[in-house]
C-alpha cells in the first residue's frame, strides 16, 4: 500500500493542525494504522495508533489528550487531529500502516513519505 502525508506547516505554539495520510488501496481498511514522528538528532516515535476498524486506538503518553487519531475507511485516509502543539511536537510527521496494533516502527511494513511540522514558541 501507498501512503501519502499531508497537513504539516509552520503553526505558533498553541494552535492546531490536522494531519492527512491517503491510502492507494482499496484494502486501507484492513491495516491499522499509525502515526508516528522524528525530531532532528532523534529516534523515530510512536505518536498514535487506530485500529482497521476505528474502534480502537492508542496513544503515547506525550501526545494524550492533545492529539486525536482517526479515519475514514471510505476514503482511505486516516487523520491526525493535533491540538496545544508545543515546540517539543516540532518532528517529520509519518503515517504507516501494518496489520498488528504496535508502537514499534520497525514492525510497521508500509510508510508514508513524512509532513514536517514546525512549532514556533
Known amino acids: 500500500v501507498q501512503l501519502q502525508a499531508s497537513g504539516g506547516g509552520l503553526v505558533q505554539a498553541g494552535g492546531p493542525l490536522r494531519l492527512s495520510c491517503a491510502a492507494s488501496?482499496?484494502?486501507?481498511?484492513?491495516?491499522?494504522m499509525g502515526w508516528f514522528r522524528q525530531a532532528p538528532g532523534k529516534e523515530r516515535e510512536f505518536v498514535a495508533a487506530?485500529?482497521?476498524?476505528?474502534?480502537?486506538?492508542f496513544y503515547a503518553d506525550s501526545v494524550k489528550g492533545r492529539f486525536t487519531i482517526s479515519r475514514d475507511n471510505a476514503k482511505n485516509t486516516v487523520y491526525l487531529q493535533v491540538n496545544s502543539l508545543k515546540p517539543e511536537d516540532t518532528a517529520v510527521y509519518y503515517c504507516?500502516?501494518?496489520?498488528?496494533?504496535?508502537?514499534?516502527?520497525?514492525?510497521?511494513?508500509?510508510w508514508g513519505q513524512g509532513t514536517q511540522v514546525t512549532v514556533s514558541s
Open positions: 487506530v485500529s482497521w476498524s476505528g474502534s480502537s486506538t
Open positions: 488501496e482499496r484494502t486501507f481498511s484492513r491495516y491499522v
Open positions: 504507516a500502516a501494518d496489520f498488528d496494533m504496535v508502537i514499534i516502527p520497525r514492525e510497521y511494513d508500509y
